[in-house]
Every structure is written in C-alpha cells, then in structure tokens.
Nanobody, 124 residues
Framework: QVQLVESGGGLVQAGGSLRLSCAASGRTLTNYAMAWFRQAPGKEREFVAAITKLGGTTTYVDSVKGRFTISRDNAKNTLYLQMNSLKPEDTAVYYC?????????????????WGKGTLVTVSS
C-alpha cells in the first residue's frame, strides 16, 4: 500500500512558475517508477512526465518539453514537478502516480497508485 499526497498547486499568471511536490508514504519510493498526469475539465487524463526508479531517466509529453522538469528525492520519499513558462493550456488538476515499471508509467492503466490531485490554474 502506498499513499501519495500532492501539494504546490495554485493560481499563477502566464509565464510564471510553480513547483509541485508529491509526498509518498508506505513502501519505499524506490520500488516505483513515478509520473505526473493532468486532467483538464471535460478532457481525458493526460500523461505529462515520468521518471525511473533511481531518477536516471525521464520522459515528457511534447507539449511540456523544455518547460517542465520531473525529479525525485528518494531519501525524502518525494517526487517533484518544476513547471516554468506556464501557459493557460497547462491549467488542470495534476496527479502524482506510482507504477511498477518505467515502461508502463506513461499509461494511466499502468499506474498502481494515484494521488488525489492538486489544481494548477494559469491565467492569461
């Protein structure tokens, strides 16, 4: 059993930055590849970024490449998403996710545990 709790969401103007955090409890974070997903109102949940169990490799959806950075601190059992140059189209509820393998961490149906989400609103 793993519990994931996101924090750091809020209201920011276009061009601004936010850093999301995901605190994990239960099993050690090193057992899981981690990911961030997001869901805007009326839209499907979308993959954003993923990171391997030890943090050596990352991948991103094309729309956030060069602007977002996923990272993890396994000693603190915490996952991060640094979001820079935010755009109104980034507005969504952002979800932290844990998966058994990096190869399936980009798919919602590959996720074993979800956080409850944190809302990011980007104004223009």
């Amino acid at each position: 059993q793993v519990q994931l709790v996101e924090s750091g969401g809020g209201l920011v103007q276009a061009g601004g930055s936010l850093r999301l955090s995901c605190a994990a409890s239960g099993r050690t974070l090193t057992n899981y590849a981690m990911a961030w997903f997001r869901q805007a109102p009326g839209k499907e949940r979308e993959f954003v970024a993923a990171i391997t169990k030890l943090g050596g490799t990352t991948t991103y959806v094309d729309s956030v490449k060069g602007r977002f950075t996923i990272s993890r601190d396994n000693a603190k059992n915490t996952l991060y998403l640094q979001m820079n140059s935010l755009k109104p189209e980034d507005t969504a509820v952002y979800y932290c996710a844990a998966a058994a393998a990096y190869g399936i961490a980009t798919r919602a149906d590959g996720v074993d545990y979800w956080g409850k989400g944190t809302l990011v609103t980007v104004s223009s």
